[in-house]
C-alpha cells in the first residue's frame, strides 16, 4: 500500500490554502432596535410600548469597512445586502431615499440582495416597520479612497515581479496620507513573506495593524491580521500568536460580518495544526455558514475544501469526496489556476486514498495529469508540481506499473532538485515499494535503511513508521523472520506518535488507514510462529486505538491555561523540527558513509527534538497505552471462552482464549472456503494453511455466512465453554455474535455472551449488595410513558432486592443532578430508560437525553470522577460505536465511555431500539430473584430467551452485555 500526498501547503501568502486571493471584500452588520412613533403629550398616556422589532442586517461587498458603519464602495459600486426580519413586517431597502427593488434569494431565514449604488451615493437605508414598531440600519456610503498604485503594485506582487512591486511600494509608504502608509506597510510584509523573510514581514504587519486601528479602517485590520496569523502559524509554528492575532478582532467582529466569516476560517486553520480537529470542523462549518448568507462564494470555496482536507486527515476519505465533487461542480471555469490545481490534486490525492482504505476504485491519475498540467503552465509551482507528480507515482504503483511509478518519480525529482525532508522520504518509500513488487529484498532493505537513518534525522514520526513499517516487509521476503518481527513492533510504536501528529499535519499526506498495517503485518507474521505472540499484538494494538480517543477527547476538553501549555511545547517541537529538517535538507543526496557521519554529528539534537515531543504530550497527560505483554493472557473465568478477531495480511485472524492457553486460526471468508488448520500455543509453528483468505466479513454478511467463518472454526471450543466474552474489532465490532445461528439456534441460547473492550488489568466487578445504592433515571424528556413505566418496574424490582433506590424522573432529572447522583460513592446501580442518541463520527457527541434540554455526553461520562459498578442503558444507541453498520473504524459509545470512566458492566443497545421491546427486555432482566448476584451476561440471557419466547419477530438482540 502506498502513502500519499496531500495539497502543498502556501508558505508565503496568508490567502486561503487552496487559492492564492480572497477577493478583497467587507461588510457591516446591525440588529435594529424599534423606533417607535410619538410625540408630545401623547406619549404620557400612551399604551405600553410594544417589544422592539427585531431587524438583521449584514452589508458585504464594500471595498473596505471603517469605523461608524462606513462603506467604502468597490469600483463597480456593488454590495449585498441581507436581511431578516420578522415575518409580517415590511423590510425596505432605499439608496438616498429611493427605493431599491429586494429581489434576491432567500438564505438562512434572510434574503440577500445585490445593490448597485450609483456614483455619489450617499447612505444606505433598511427599515422593517409591523405591529406599530419601526426599526432601521443606515451606512454611510463613499467612494474608494485607496491610491491607484497600490492596485498596480498588488498586481506586481501577484505576477512575482517583487522588486518592482517593493519600489512602488516603498514610495507609497512615505505618503503623507496615513490610510495609505499603512496599506503600503502590509502590501510590503507580502513581498516580504513571497520572499522567505517572515521575521521582516511580521513587524511590518504590526505596524499596519497599529494605523488601521488608529484610523478605523476594521476591514483592513482584518486582511493584515488573517496575514500575520498565517504567518506566525506556517512560518514559524508560533500557534498562541497565531491565534492571539485573531483573537483580537472580536471587538471589530460585529462592524464586518464578512471578517467575521473569514476569522472563523482562519481560527480552523489554527485548530487543525494544533490537533483539535472537533474545533476545527466547527469553525470551518461557522465559516461557511457566514459565507453562503453574504454570498462569498469563493471564500465558500475555500473553506469546503479545507473541510474535505479536514476530513481526510480524520479517515473519512468518503465524505471528503462527496465534498470534493461538490467543489469540482460549483467552480466556475474562470476560477483562478491555482486554485483549479489545488483542487484537482485534492480530487486526485483522495481517489487514491478511498482506493486504499477500502473503499470503490476510481482512477484519480485524470485529475492529477490536470493538476500537473496548471502547475506547469499558468500556476507555476515547482514544490506543488513535484507533490502531483509524486501522487501520479503512486498511482501507477497501485495499477502496479513500476516503470511508470520510476518515471514520475525521475520527473518529481528534476521539478524539485532539493527537496525537502518529507518529499525525499516518500520517494525513498516509492523506490522501496518498487523494489518489494519486484522481489528485491535485498534492495528493499538497503532503501528502508536509508530511509530510516534520513527520518531519525529528520525528527520525522510518520517517516520512521514507513522505515520499520517497510524493512519489516524486506525482511520477511529475505526470511530473517525474527529481524521482521522486531521492524513490524518498532513501527507499531511509533503508531502511537502518528495517532497524534497526523491530525496535526505531520502526516497530511499519508493514508490513516495505513497506521493500522504494522499491526496486520505482525499478527500475521507471528500466527505463523507463536498464536499467543500474535493475540499479545492484536490486544496491544486495540489498546493504542483506545488511548487515541481518551487523548483525543482531553486535547478537544484543555482550559485556557493548559491549552496555552499545550500548544507553547507543540510550537517549541514544531520550530526545532523545522530548523532542524532545513538543516538535513541536503541529507538525502549523500553516499552512505557521509549520512552515517551526518547522522552522528546530529544524534543529541534529534534526541532533544523528541522530548520537546514528550513534553507537548505530557500536557495531555498522554503515555504508551497499557497492554498485556506479548503471549501474556487476560483474565478469564471458569469456563470462560474469549474470542478476539483482528484483520491480518489478507483477511481475518481468530483466537480462542482459555485458561488453558490460545488457539489460533486464519478465517474463510465463506462456509464454501476450503476450512483453516488450527494452530495452538503448544504447537510448533507451521505454514500458511491453504484455503480462501477472509473476505470483507461485516455485519451486513448473512447471519449464516458469518457464524460458518466466525465460529465453526472454534465448534469444539464455544461447545465446551459455559461462557462467551467476544471481543472484535474494525467492521466486525457491529456483529451481534449473540444472535448468529447455533445448532439451530442463536448463540445466546447455549450460553451467556458478553462484549469485552480488553481493558488492561480490568475485570467485570462484583454485583451490588444488599444496602447498595441504585440510581433510576425515567423519561426526562417527559415523552416516553413505557419508560416512565420502565423506571418504575426497575425501582420496585431494585427496592425488594434490599437496594437504596433514588428515582430521578421526568423534569427531575436534569444535567446536575444526575452527574451528582452518579458520582456518589455510594451508588453501585444505574439504570437509565429515556432517549439515547448517537452523534459524531466516533460517537464522541452521543448522549443521554436529559430534562430541560440537557443531555450527559460521552465526554461528561469520561470526565466522571467514578462509575457505578453496574450500568443499564435502557435507550436507543447507547451501545453503537460507529455512523454505519459497515464502518471499521473504531469509534466509542455511551456504553462504552462508561466502562473506560471505571464501570464493571454495561447493558446498552447497540441500535434504535423499540419502546415495547425495551420495556419487555427491561421487565424480564429485573424480574429474576436473583438478578441482583447474576453476571451481566446471564442476566441479559436469561431476558433475551424470554423476549425472543414471547416475540419471536422482534429485535431482541439489539441489547448487549459489554465488560471490561
Known sequence: MAVLLGPARPVVDPAPRRARAIPRAAGLALLGAAMLACGGDACDRAAPEPPPLPLEVELA?????????????????????????????????????????????????????????????????????????????RARLIPSTAAPALKQAEALRRQGKLDEAAALLGALSSSP??????????????????????????????????????????????????????????????????????????????????????????????????????????????????????????????????????????????????????????????????????LLNDLGWNALHVAEAGGPIEDGRGALEQALALYGGPCPKPASKANALTNLALAALRARDAAGARARLDEARRAVPSPDARLALHWLDIEGRIALGRGDGAEALRIYERLARLAELSALAHGRYRAALGRGEALEALGRLDEADGAYAAAESTRGELGLLAPLGEGRGTFLGRFEESARLRVDLLLRRDPARALGAARRSRARALAALRWSHRLASLSAAERARWEGALA???????????????????????????????????????????????????????????????ALGEGELMLVYHRVRDGWAGFAVTRAGVAARRLAATSGAAPAGELSAAAPAGERPVGAPAGELSAATPAGELSAALL???????????????????????????????????????????????????????????????????DPRGDLPAARREGEIVAAALAGQGLRVERLSGGAATHPSLRDALERPSLELFHYAGHGAFAGRDGWD???????????????????????????????????????????????????????????????????????????????????????????????????????????????????????
Not at 557521509?594 to 500536557?619: C, F, G, K
Not at 459497515?886 to 447497540?910: C, H, K, M
Open 61 to 137: 461587498g464594500c471595498g473596505a469597512v471603517r469605523a461608524k458603519g462606513v462603506c467604502e464602495l468597490p469600483e463597480d459600486g456593488t454590495i449585498r445586502v441581507w436581511v431578516r426580519a420578522p415575518a409580517q413586517a415590511r423590510a425596505a431597502l432605499a439608496l438616498d431615499g429611493t427605493p431599491v427593488a429586494q429581489g434576491g434569494a432567500p438564505v438562512q431565514g434572510g434574503v440577500l440582495t445585490l445593490v448597485h449604488a450609483p456614483d455619489g451615493a450617499r447612505e444606505l437605508e433598511v427599515t422593517a416597520e409591523g405591529a406599530g414598531a419601526r426599526a432601521s440600519f
Open 177 to 342: 496620507d496615513p490610510a495609505t502608509r499603512a496599506l503600503a506597510t502590509g502590501k510590503l510584509a507580502r513581498v516580504d513573506l513571497a520572499r522567505g523573510r517572515v521575521e521582516d514581514a511580521i513587524p511590518r504587519f504590526e505596524e499596519a495593524i497599529r494605523s488601521h486601528r488608529a484610523e478605523g479602517r476594521i476591514s483592513d485590520e482584518f486582511l493584515d491580521r488573517f496575514a500575520l496569523s498565517y504567518a506566525l502559524l506556517y512560518n514559524g509554528r508560533r500557534f498562541t500568536e497565531a491565534r492571539e492575532a485573531l483573537d483580537a478582532l472580536g471587538p471589530l467582529e460585529a462592524s464586518h460580518p464578512e471578517g467575521r466569516a473569514m476569522k472563523q476560517y482562519y481560527a480552523a486553520l489554527v485548530s487543525f495544526e494544533t490537533g483539535d480537529l472537533r474545533s476545527a470542523l466547527r469553525q470551518l462549518d461557522a465559516s461557511a455558514e457566514g459565507a453562503e448568507r453574504l454570498g462569498m462564494r469563493a471564500h465558500l470555496r475555500h473553506v469546503l475544501q479545507q473541510r474535505a482536507d479536514v476530513l481526510q486527515s480524520l479517515g473519512r476519505a468518503g465524505e471528503a469526496r462527496a465534498l470534493l465533487r461538490e467543489l469540482e461542480a460549483s467552480t466556475p471555469p474562470d476560477a483562478p489556476p491555482c486554485e483549479r490545481a489545488s
Open 572 to 634: 517549541a517541537y514544531r520550530r526545532a523540527r523545522e530548523a532542524f529538517d532545513a538543516e538535513g535538507r541536503q541529507d538525502w543526496q549523500l553516499a552512505a558513509d557521509e549520512l552515517e557521519r551526518a547522522t552522528a554529528a546530529r544524534q543529541h539534537r534529534s534526541q532533544a527534538i523528541r522530548a520537546m515531543l514528550d513534553e507537548a504530550l505530557a500536557v495531555l497527560g498522554r503515555a504508551e497505552p497499557e497492554a498485556a505483554d506479548d503471549g501474556a493472557l487476560p
Open 712 to 778: 465453526t472454526p472454534f465448534r469444539e471450543s464455544i461447545a465446551a465453554a459455559r461462557r462467551l466474552r467476544f471481543v472484535p474489532s474494525g467492521a466486525l465490532e457491529q456483529v451481534d455474535f449473540h444472535a448468529l445461528p447455533w445448532s439451530g439456534a442463536p448463540l445466546v441460547a447455549h450460553a451467556p455472551v458478553t462484549y469485552g473492550m480488553d481493558l488492561p488489568g480490568r475485570s467485570e466487578r462484583a454485583a451490588p449488595g444488599a444496602g447498595g445504592g441504585a440510581l433510576v433515571v425515567a
Open 846 to 964: 452521543s448522549s443521554l437525553r436529559l430534562a430541560a434540554g440537557g443531555e450527559l455526553a460521552v465526554g461528561d461520562v469520561l470526565a466522571l470522577q467514578r462509575a457505578p459498578a453496574r450500568v443499564v442503558l435502557s435507550g436507543c444507541d447507547t451501545a453503537r460505536t460507529a455512523p454505519t453498520a459497515g464502518d471499521a473504524g473504531l469509534g466509542l459509545g455511551l456504553a462504552q465511555a462508561f466502562l473506560l470512566a471505571g464501570a464493571g458492566s454495561i447493558i446498552a443497545a447497540a441500535r434504535p431500539v423499540d419502546d415495547a421491546v425495551a420495556e419487555r427486555m427491561m421487565a424480564a432482566l429485573y424480574g429474576g430473584a436473583g438478578f441482583a448476584t447474576a453476571d451481566a451476561g446471564a442476566r441479559l440471557r436469561e431476558a433475551a430467551l424470554a423476549v425472543m419466547r414471547a416475540a419471536p419477530s422482534s429485535d431482541w438482540a439489539s441489547f448487549r452485555a459489554l465488560v471490561p
